[in-house]
């Protein structure tokens, strides 16, 4: 994701020793789809799109943030 608007060479959060569970800074993926769609030029909360006659966000029902911490 280097270079798209995203700062190269950081770690975001931890896992376990096997890394096989997140410990600490967890983002759930509405959350990186809002970082993505904002890097795009999309405000995720007006970007919706017809799905069985109602208007579906891509980023889902739950709230989403932008990771601002990791944009250049």
């Known amino acids: 994701m280097g270079s798209g608007g995203i700062r190269g060479g950081q770690v975001s959060g931890t896992t376990d020793e096997l890394r096989h569970s997140d ?3 967890v983002v759930p ?21 017809k799905y069985l006659g109602l208007d579906m966000r891509l980023t889902g029902v739950e709230k989403a943030r932008v ?3 990791i944009m250049a």
């Open 23 to 25: 410990v600490e800074s």
């Open 29 to 49: 993926v509405r959350d990186l789809h809002a970082t993505l769609l904002r890097l795009l030029g999309f405000r995720h909360e007006q970007f919706t799109v």
């Open 67 to 69: 990771l601002d911490d």
